[in-house]
């Protein structure tokens, strides 16, 4: 479980800090303390499921994205990518929102062209 914890860890970090994420924006997202954040991304503690599939809107990922050992081989999807400064908890929900959509109508697409 100890190792677990650090690779989810490493990969939340490695992901919010591509993505332009503070760990005060990401913990306001989700109506928790910094601090937990802190201890998710140093592998201290786990990060509670009914946290995992808003992480992953947010952030523009697979929920087991977080689980891939190799952080380069986590495919994100730089659309997504934006600049993270002075943005309100509300604008994270709104971003996460449309994050949910983009990806499910990505995977319809793709489903559709098999």
């Known amino acids: 479980m100890g190792e677990t914890k650090e690779i989810i860890g490493r990969n939340l970090k490695a992901i919010r800090e591509r993505m332009g994420f503070s760990?005060?924006?990401?913990?306001?997202?989700l109506g928790i303390a910094r601090s937990n954040i802190a201890n998710f991304e140093s592998g201290r503690r786990?990060?509670?499921l009914v946290h995992i599939p808003k992480l992953a809107a947010l952030l523009g990922i697979k929920p087991n994205d977080l689980l891939v050992k190799d952080e380069s081989q986590i495919e994100l999807n730089e659309v997504f990518a934006f600049k993270a400064d002075n943005i309100t908890k509300d604008d994270l929900k709104s971003i996460s929102d449309f994050k949910k959509i983009v990806s499910n109508y990505l995977e319809l697409v793709d489903k559709s062209n098999l």
Do not use: E, G, V
Request: net charge negative; no cysteine; charged share 20%.
């Open 46 to 48: 786990m990060i509670p």
């Open 23 to 29: 760990q005060d924006s990401l913990a306001d997202a």
